[in-house]
């Protein structure tokens, strides 16, 4: 009885899964399910340098240009993302350069008084997007090298 009981439910719930019934599921009153405040989650360290990271940019205003940080975990790489204003490439390299030169001993300074380790060039990634033009990618610095987009 048990057993027919459980083939009863699967079938049922196969039959009407819209994915195998082949219609759309009606997303636009479907809302996500609720997030679980409570749930363990297990941040690796690049996640919480992230964090620091945004949290200092915020604070420090290095630049006019607001940045954040985020970690990206499949290149195991801290990004920093820069919201800026200028369209050409050269342009966007001249803010990278110099957010590099001012910036990064800063980062260094705050990731190592936080955390312990410092962070290596080759654990960075700086992305440029130009904010006027519809967040538009421009170049990527990554190690050690410009890259146009």
Request: proline share 7%.
């Amino acid at each position: 009885m048990k057993m027919f009981l459980t083939a009863a439910l699967f079938a049922t719930l196969v039959l009407h899964s819209p994915a195998i019934a082949g219609t759309d599921p009606d997303t636009s009153t479907t809302p996500p399910p609720r997030a679980l405040l409570t749930k363990p989650y297990a941040p690796v360290l690049g996640e919480m340098i992230a964090l620091t990271l945004s949290d200092f940019f915020a604070t420090a205003k290095l630049d006019d240009v607001p940045i954040m940080a985020s970690y990206d975990r499949a290149t195991k790489k801290v990004e920093i993302i820069m919201f800026g204003a200028r369209a050409s490439a050269d342009g966007a390299k001249e803010s990278v350069a110099d957010f590099l030169a001012k910036g990064f001993p800063l980062i260094e300074a705050v990731v190592s008084s936080v955390y312990g380790p410092r962070l290596d060039e080759d654990q960075l990634r700086v992305i440029y997007y130009n904010r006027l033009n519809a967040n538009k990618e421009i170049l990527r610095w990554e190690g050690g090298q410009y890259i146009i987009r």
